[in-house]
């Protein structure tokens, strides 16, 4: 079976390391589009499985953005 970007999206960030970070620029990149840092972020957003760090998931200049669970962002 040929997995989804969203799935491939969502594996690469389960394996992200404590303590450790990837901009939406990088995640797109491993699962096979550089230029997909939007849908990243769509994919990010709409996760609620726990077990799928999504806040280790930043921006390019490091912030976090929109974040579904956890501080608010204004």
Same mark, same amino acid.
Do not use: L, W
């Given at each position: 079976?040929? *997995?989804?970007?969203?799935?491939?999206?969502?594996?690469? &960030?389960?394996?992200?390391?404590?303590? *450790?970070?990837?901009?939406?620029?990088?995640?797109?990149? *491993?699962?096979?589009?550089?230029?997909?840092?939007?849908? &990243?972020?769509?994919?990010?957003?709409?996760?609620?499985?726990?077990?799928?760090?999504?806040?280790?998931?930043?921006?390019?200049?490091?912030?976090?953005?929109?974040?579904?669970?956890?501080?608010?962002?204004?």
């Amino acid at each position: 079976m040929t *997995k989804t970007f969203s799935d491939k999206v969502r594996d690469i &960030v389960r394996k992200i390391p404590k303590s *450790k970070t990837m901009t939406y620029k990088e995640v797109a990149s *491993k699962a096979g589009n550089p230029k997909a840092a939007r849908a &990243v972020g769509t994919v990010m957003r709409s996760n609620y499985d726990p077990s799928i760090p999504c806040h280790r998931v930043v921006a390019s200049d490091g912030k976090i953005r929109g974040y579904n669970r956890g501080a608010r962002i204004r």
